[in-house]
Protein backbone atom coordinates (compact mmCIF):
# COMPACT_ATOMS: atom_id res chain seq x y z
CA UNK A 1 0.00 0.00 0.00
CA UNK A 2 0.95 3.72 -0.52
CA UNK A 3 3.26 4.91 2.59
CA UNK A 4 3.78 8.75 4.10
CA UNK A 5 3.98 10.77 1.28
CA UNK A 6 5.02 14.49 1.89
CA UNK A 7 5.15 17.68 -0.42
CA UNK A 8 6.96 19.73 -1.84
CA UNK A 9 10.11 17.23 -2.04
CA UNK A 10 12.33 20.54 -1.98
CA UNK A 11 11.10 24.40 -0.74
CA UNK A 12 13.69 26.68 -1.51
CA UNK A 13 12.53 30.42 0.18
CA UNK A 14 13.95 33.40 0.93
CA UNK A 15 14.32 34.71 4.49
CA UNK A 16 11.69 36.51 6.19
CA UNK A 17 8.95 34.33 4.31
CA UNK A 18 6.53 31.85 5.43
CA UNK A 19 6.36 28.20 4.32
CA UNK A 20 3.71 25.07 4.48
CA UNK A 21 4.77 21.51 4.44
CA UNK A 22 2.62 18.88 3.96
CA UNK A 23 2.44 15.43 5.19
CA UNK A 24 -0.01 12.71 3.85
CA UNK A 25 0.38 9.82 6.56
CA UNK A 26 -0.62 5.86 5.95
CA UNK A 27 -4.45 5.31 5.42
CA UNK A 28 -5.77 4.73 8.91
CA UNK A 29 -2.80 5.47 11.14
CA UNK A 30 -4.28 7.58 13.76
CA UNK A 31 -0.90 9.14 15.29
CA UNK A 32 1.31 11.24 13.67
CA UNK A 33 5.18 12.83 14.15
CA UNK A 34 6.97 15.59 12.75
CA UNK A 35 10.97 15.75 12.95
CA UNK A 36 13.51 17.41 11.93
CA UNK A 37 17.25 16.53 10.59
CA UNK A 38 19.78 18.55 10.22
CA UNK A 39 23.19 17.81 8.33
CA UNK A 40 24.93 15.22 9.56
CA UNK A 41 22.82 14.47 12.39
CA UNK A 42 19.97 11.95 13.30
CA UNK A 43 16.40 13.11 13.24
CA UNK A 44 14.96 15.41 15.99
CA UNK A 45 11.83 15.34 17.40
CA UNK A 46 9.98 18.15 16.63
CA UNK A 47 5.89 17.24 17.17
CA UNK A 48 3.27 14.15 17.89
CA UNK A 49 -0.16 14.03 16.82
CA UNK A 50 -2.58 11.45 17.95
CA UNK A 51 -5.70 11.95 16.29
CA UNK A 52 -6.46 16.00 15.72
CA UNK A 53 -4.68 16.75 18.92
CA UNK A 54 -1.27 17.73 19.71
CA UNK A 55 -0.04 15.20 22.11
CA UNK A 56 3.63 16.44 22.62
CA UNK A 57 4.81 19.73 20.87
CA UNK A 58 8.05 19.86 23.22
CA UNK A 59 10.49 19.77 20.49
CA UNK A 60 8.85 22.75 18.58
CA UNK A 61 12.02 25.19 18.69
CA UNK A 62 9.79 28.51 19.07
CA UNK A 63 6.58 30.23 18.34
CA UNK A 64 7.21 30.40 14.44
CA UNK A 65 6.75 26.41 13.97
CA UNK A 66 3.17 26.05 14.26
CA UNK A 67 1.36 22.24 13.05
CA UNK A 68 -1.94 21.43 12.05
CA UNK A 69 -4.09 17.69 11.38
CA UNK A 70 -7.85 19.50 11.60
CA UNK A 71 -8.81 16.36 10.43
CA UNK A 72 -7.27 13.20 11.67
CA UNK A 73 -5.39 12.43 8.84
CA UNK A 74 -3.37 15.34 6.52
CA UNK A 75 -0.56 17.26 8.23
CA UNK A 76 0.95 21.10 7.23
CA UNK A 77 3.74 21.91 9.69
CA UNK A 78 3.70 26.00 9.27
CA UNK A 79 6.71 28.45 9.49
CA UNK A 80 6.54 31.58 10.16
CA UNK A 81 9.24 34.64 9.12
CA UNK A 82 12.38 31.62 8.14
CA UNK A 83 15.45 32.28 8.96
CA UNK A 84 18.75 30.79 7.89
CA UNK A 85 19.05 27.90 11.02
CA UNK A 86 15.43 26.65 9.44
CA UNK A 87 17.39 24.71 6.25
CA UNK A 88 16.70 21.26 7.33
CA UNK A 89 15.19 18.07 6.27
CA UNK A 90 11.59 17.78 7.19
CA UNK A 91 10.50 14.73 8.01
CA UNK A 92 6.66 13.38 8.85
CA UNK A 93 6.33 9.62 10.50
CA UNK A 94 2.85 7.79 11.29
CA UNK A 95 1.92 5.02 13.53
CA UNK A 96 -1.31 2.54 13.56
CA UNK A 97 -1.69 4.29 17.16
CA UNK A 98 -0.40 5.52 20.22
CA UNK A 99 2.00 3.04 21.65
CA UNK A 100 2.27 1.32 18.86
CA UNK A 101 5.99 1.74 18.86
CA UNK A 102 6.88 1.19 14.79
CA UNK A 103 6.53 4.61 13.31
CA UNK A 104 7.18 4.87 9.20
CA UNK A 105 8.72 7.79 7.58
CA UNK A 106 8.24 9.72 4.30
CA UNK A 107 11.03 10.98 2.34
CA UNK A 108 11.15 14.47 3.45
CA UNK A 109 10.98 17.92 2.26
CA UNK A 110 14.09 19.68 2.18
CA UNK A 111 14.00 23.28 2.87
CA UNK A 112 16.60 26.06 2.05
CA UNK A 113 16.17 29.62 3.24
CA UNK A 114 18.32 31.95 1.50
CA UNK B 1 14.89 7.15 27.39
CA UNK B 2 18.40 5.47 27.39
CA UNK B 3 21.29 6.91 25.76
CA UNK B 4 22.87 4.47 23.27
CA UNK B 5 26.55 5.02 21.87
CA UNK B 6 27.29 3.47 18.71
CA UNK B 7 30.42 3.28 16.76
CA UNK B 8 30.12 6.45 13.92
CA UNK B 9 31.36 4.46 10.95
CA UNK B 10 31.88 0.92 10.01
CA UNK B 11 33.29 -1.31 6.06
CA UNK B 12 31.58 -4.41 5.20
CA UNK B 13 32.74 -6.51 2.41
CA UNK B 14 29.88 -7.36 0.11
CA UNK B 15 28.69 -10.98 0.87
CA UNK B 16 29.74 -11.32 4.24
CA UNK B 17 27.82 -10.15 7.35
CA UNK B 18 27.39 -6.76 8.57
CA UNK B 19 27.55 -6.91 12.73
CA UNK B 20 26.55 -3.23 14.16
CA UNK B 21 26.97 -2.64 17.64
CA UNK B 22 24.90 -0.64 20.62
CA UNK B 23 25.77 -0.17 24.14
CA UNK B 24 22.87 1.07 26.30
CA UNK B 25 24.21 0.56 29.30
CA UNK B 26 21.04 2.42 31.15
CA UNK B 27 18.41 0.80 29.78
CA UNK B 28 15.63 0.10 31.81
CA UNK B 29 13.57 -2.96 32.50
CA UNK B 30 10.20 -1.89 30.29
CA UNK B 31 12.65 -0.72 27.56
CA UNK B 32 12.92 -1.40 24.20
CA UNK B 33 15.69 -1.24 21.13
CA UNK B 34 14.76 -0.36 18.17
CA UNK B 35 16.92 -0.14 14.57
CA UNK B 36 16.43 2.43 11.89
CA UNK B 37 18.09 2.81 9.03
CA UNK B 38 18.53 5.76 6.87
CA UNK B 39 19.33 5.43 3.04
CA UNK B 40 21.38 8.91 1.34
CA UNK B 41 18.03 11.40 0.56
CA UNK B 42 15.67 8.75 2.15
CA UNK B 43 13.60 8.73 5.49
CA UNK B 44 14.30 6.50 8.20
CA UNK B 45 13.43 2.94 7.62
CA UNK B 46 12.44 0.59 10.38
CA UNK B 47 14.51 -2.66 10.40
CA UNK B 48 13.55 -4.81 13.73
CA UNK B 49 13.11 -4.50 17.75
CA UNK B 50 13.51 -6.54 20.65
CA UNK B 51 13.14 -5.81 24.54
CA UNK B 52 15.10 -9.18 25.58
CA UNK B 53 14.72 -12.18 23.26
CA UNK B 54 16.98 -12.47 20.35
CA UNK B 55 14.77 -11.56 17.14
CA UNK B 56 14.57 -11.78 13.16
CA UNK B 57 12.75 -10.78 10.32
CA UNK B 58 13.63 -10.69 6.61
CA UNK B 59 15.89 -7.95 6.96
CA UNK B 60 18.26 -8.93 10.00
CA UNK B 61 18.76 -10.38 13.13
CA UNK B 62 18.85 -8.52 16.74
CA UNK B 63 21.01 -9.81 19.52
CA UNK B 64 20.63 -8.90 23.06
CA UNK B 65 23.18 -9.59 25.61
CA UNK B 66 21.31 -11.11 28.61
CA UNK B 67 22.44 -7.86 30.84
CA UNK B 68 20.21 -5.70 28.48
CA UNK B 69 23.18 -3.40 28.31
CA UNK B 70 24.14 -3.79 24.90
CA UNK B 71 22.75 -5.51 21.11
CA UNK B 72 24.04 -6.40 17.93
CA UNK B 73 21.81 -5.63 14.72
CA UNK B 74 23.53 -8.59 11.89
CA UNK B 75 22.44 -8.22 8.29
CA UNK B 76 23.41 -11.64 7.39
CA UNK B 77 24.61 -10.67 3.65
CA UNK B 78 25.78 -7.20 3.20
CA UNK B 79 24.80 -6.21 -0.16
CA UNK B 80 25.62 -2.37 -1.53
CA UNK B 81 22.05 -1.28 -0.73
CA UNK B 82 22.64 -2.34 2.75
CA UNK B 83 25.09 0.88 2.76
CA UNK B 84 23.40 3.77 5.29
CA UNK B 85 23.27 5.12 8.59
CA UNK B 86 21.82 2.99 10.95
CA UNK B 87 20.48 3.95 14.13
CA UNK B 88 19.90 2.07 17.52
CA UNK B 89 17.19 3.38 19.34
CA UNK B 90 16.08 2.51 23.05
CA UNK B 91 12.50 3.61 24.70
CA UNK B 92 9.80 2.37 26.72
CA UNK B 93 7.15 0.08 25.19
CA UNK B 94 3.53 1.81 25.51
CA UNK B 95 3.80 5.04 26.91
CA UNK B 96 0.90 7.30 25.95
CA UNK B 97 2.15 10.64 26.00
CA UNK B 98 6.02 9.57 25.02
CA UNK B 99 5.69 8.52 21.96
CA UNK B 100 8.70 10.44 20.09
CA UNK B 101 12.37 8.35 19.17
CA UNK B 102 15.40 9.98 20.08
CA UNK B 103 17.90 9.45 17.08
CA UNK B 104 21.66 9.67 18.13
CA UNK B 105 23.60 10.42 14.90
CA UNK B 106 24.07 6.39 14.26
CA UNK B 107 26.49 4.09 12.12
CA UNK B 108 27.33 4.97 8.83
CA UNK B 109 27.50 1.71 6.90
CA UNK B 110 29.69 1.18 4.03
CA UNK B 111 29.13 -1.91 2.00
CA UNK B 112 32.58 -2.51 0.14
CA UNK B 113 32.17 -4.23 -3.45
Known amino acids: GAGVSQTPSNKVTEKGKYVELRCDPISGHTALYWYRQSLGQGPEFLIYFQGTGAADDSGLPNDRFFAVRPEGSVSTLKIQRTERGDSAVYLC????????????FGPGTRLLVL | DAKTTQPPSMDCAEGRAANLPCNHS???????VYWYRQIHSQGPQYIIHGLKNNETNEMASLIITEDRKSSTLILPHATLRDTAVYYCIVRVGSNFGNEKLTFGTGTRLTIIP
Open chain 2, 26 to 32: TISGNEY
Open chain 1, 93 to 104: ASSIGPGELTQY
